[in-house]
């Protein structure tokens, strides 16, 4: 292929000509070389680490209320703990601010008005070699009303 050259990008250079011409040959015999590499110790090691990932249960948990998501997350730890399942987390993610800005007055004043937000904490729950009984013992927990959970196998 040919490079436009950067000061005039519809005019091509000579050196850009002589390295495509050049370098066509050495791309082809890498491309093939490539398809018909052997397998290195990366590629086993990627290969190996993905029933591992698969064996993780991920919870997300979000709430309004700070003292509602932290007994939910006191309770899923204990639970998992009770099953001798490694636990990574609680781990705090970013808040979200979520501001309304409303007018004062419905008809004028136009300039006095007033903003209200609603803050949505996330946390982030690692459950690591869960076995039956850890799935069985989170299933049967009963968590505060205004925690929303989600959960990837």
Do not use: W
Not at 53 to 80: G, P, V, W, Y
């Amino acid at each position: 292929r040919f490079r436009p050259s950067r000061k005039h990008p519809r005019t091509r250079t000579m050196s850009s000509a002589l390295f495509a011409t050049e370098s066509v040959s050495a791309l082809r015999g890498a491309a093939t070389a490539r398809h018909t590499a052997k397998p290195t110790r990366a590629m086993s090691v990627r290969a190996q680490a993905a029933p591992v990932a698969a064996q993780k249960i991920r919870i997300r948990l979000r709430s309004f209320e700070t003292n509602h998501m932290q007994s939910a997350c006191d309770k899923i730890i204990a639970a998992a703990a009770a099953t001798e399942a490694r636990i990574s987390g609680p781990v705090p993610l970013p808040t979200k601010r979520r501001i309304y800005c409303v007018l004062r007055s419905p008809h004028v004043n136009k300039d006095s008005r007033e903003h209200f937000e609603t803050r949505t904490h996330h946390r982030l729950i690692d459950v690591h070699q869960p076995t039956a009984q850890t799935i069985d013992a989170l299933m049967a927990l009963e968590l505060p009303s205004g925690v929303d959970v989600e959960i990837k196998l």
